[in-house]
Structures are given as structure tokens and as C-alpha cells.
């Protein structure tokens, strides 16, 4: 069965589809509420004792799950979360595509950012953003905003879960570059943490020592720049259940070469 034609409005000689027009204005309250909230927070006066206490609302941070995807321009013109609550602001008060007046509003504090949609003559080439990319960021925070309302946590859980899956590939990466002969130093390290209680110390400091030189000459192969050196230590120390960090365990290392040097 066929399914009927889409709603289309004529909107003051402009054609919308319904649906769009209808999420807008859902999505539109969902922000009305969210300044209402901000501004009780702030003890603004009620909207029954003045209408217009939400408008005197300054900008507020809008939280992980509220904010959409990062795209190219906001990347490279480093548009941040300060900016999108900023961009909220400005088309509650004015609307959106109302760019210019959100320029002139002192109190928005976006003027910098959003001069080369509204003075293009005076933007170097090329410079963004545009008064497209400032809508179609708009209509993003206000889709992202509804999902978080009738979602919360969604995107927190991804965003969860694409940490864990980084973190997975991290370690191991790390432990195929480190080798099986320092994988296995690890593990045994991780072992002496539990049974080191039951021998003695000198015992349990001599084996650390011995692994710590397996590790680290092995590090110093792989670690073209201290970064990198440091980044495979941390590993170490995630890996191993020492209380010492990898910082720690790299200038243990360093102190346990220069000893190896002094006593040649």
C-alpha cells in the first residue's frame, strides 16, 4: 500500500513539509523549558511575574549528550561547547537564520565568531562560518537536544563504548609491539603483586629489577620520541598492577641502567 503524500505548507511563499516544521517547533520548547530551568536555577524571576526573565538568560554549557557531532568547520575555526549554547541563545531571542541580529546582541558574545556569515566583505577567504553552516549547526544542537531529553544517557553510552574499543585497540597494539618476552615479564610482575607477600623482599625487589631491564630495553627499541616511551610505560603500569606509575617505572628504569654503567 502506497503511503500518502508528505504534508508541504506554504509558509509565507516558502514551501516546508509539515513534519519539519512540526519537529522545529517541538524541539523549540524543549529549549524554552531548558532556559526555564537555567533561569530558576539562576533565581530569575518566573515567567508569571515577568514575561520576559527567560530572555535575560545568559549562556549556559550545554552537557556531552546535548551536543552534536563535531563536523570539519567547528573543528578547524575551533567552535566550542560555549559557542553552541551561545548559538541557542541567540535564536530563542531572535530566530534562527536571524544571524545579524545574533551579531549585534553584545550580551550573546558571538559576534567574533559569526562575523564571516554576517560581514563577509571583511572575512579573509575561504572563512567560515557561513550562514548554511550556522543553520545546519543550529538545527543539530536542537535535534541533538530533543534526543537527549527523550533519551538520556544514549549518547554518553556510545560515547562509552567507542572509549572502550579505543582503549581495547590501545592495549593491544601496545602488547604486540612490546613482544611475547616482555608480555610475559608483565604477567609476572602482575603475579608478584599477589604472591610477593609470601617471599622475601629481597627476592621479590631482585625479580622487579630483572623485569624492569627486560622492559625497559625493550621500550628503548621501540620508542622513537619520549612520548611514545611513556605511552608504552603507562601500558606497563596498567598492565602489571604496580602502584607506580609509568613515569615512575621509566626513571626506575633509567636509575637501574645508570647503576648497570657505574659498576662496569
Not at 514551501?15 to 517541538?26: G, I, N, P, T
Not at 615479564?185 to 631482585?206: I, N, P, Y
Not at 625493550?218 to 610505560?233: F, M, P, S, V, Y
Request: proline content about 5%; overall charge positive.
Amino acid at each position: 500500500r502506497a503511503s500518502p503524500p508528505e504534508a508541504h505548507l506554504d509558509f509565507f511563499g516558502v514551501d516546508v513539509r509539515a513534519s519539519e516544521l512540526l519537529s522545529l517547533a517541538r524541539q523549540l520548547r524543549i529549549l524554552d523549558a531548558k532556559i526555564l530551568e537555567r533561569a530558576a536555577e539562576l533565581g530569575l524571576p518566573s515567567p508569571e511575574e515577568d514575561p520576559n526573565a527567560r530572555y535575560r538568560v545568559p549562556a549556559f554549557t550545554l552537557s556531552a549528550s546535548e551536543l552534536p557531532s563535531i563536523t570539519g568547520w567547528t573543528k578547524t575555526y575551533n567552535w566550542t561547547a560555549v559557542d553552541d549554547s551561545a548559538l541557542l541563545i541567540g535564536i530563542y531571542r531572535h530566530g534562527i537564520g536571524e544571524w545579524e541580529k545574533i551579531y549585534n546582541d553584545e550580551s550573546i558574545d558571538l559576534s567574533v565568531k559569526i562575523a564571516p556569515a554576517v560581514r563577509p566583505e571583511t572575512a579573509p577567504p575561504g572563512a567560515m562560518p557561513k550562514g548554511s553552516h550556522l543553520e545546519t549547526r543550529s538545527l543539530g544542537i536542537l535535534r541533538q537536544l530533543e534526543k537527549s531529553r527523550l533519551h538520556p544517557g544514549l549518547k554518553r553510552k556510545r560515547q562509552d563504548s567507542r572509549k572502550e574499543k579505543t582503549k581495547q585497540a590501545t592495549m593491544e597494539k601496545f602488547t604486540s609491539q612490546l613482544g611475547d618476552v616482555v608480555n610475559t615479564a608483565v604477567r609476572k610482575l602482575r603475579t608478584l603483586q599477589r604472591k610477593g607477600k609470601e617471599m622475601e623482599t629481597s627476592v621479590v625487589l631482585r625479580k622487579i629489577r630483572k623485569y624492569i631491564e627486560i622492559i625497559g630495553k625493550r621500550i628503548d627499541e621501540e620508542g622513537n620520541t619520549a612520548k611514545q616511551k611513556l605511552k608504552l610505560w603507562n601500558h606497563v603500569w596498567d598492565q602489571s598492577g604496580l602502584a607506580e606509575d609509568g613515569f615512575a617505572l621509566h626513571q626506575m628504569y633509567l636509575r637501574l641502567v645508570d647503576e648497570s654503567k657505574g659498576q662496569c
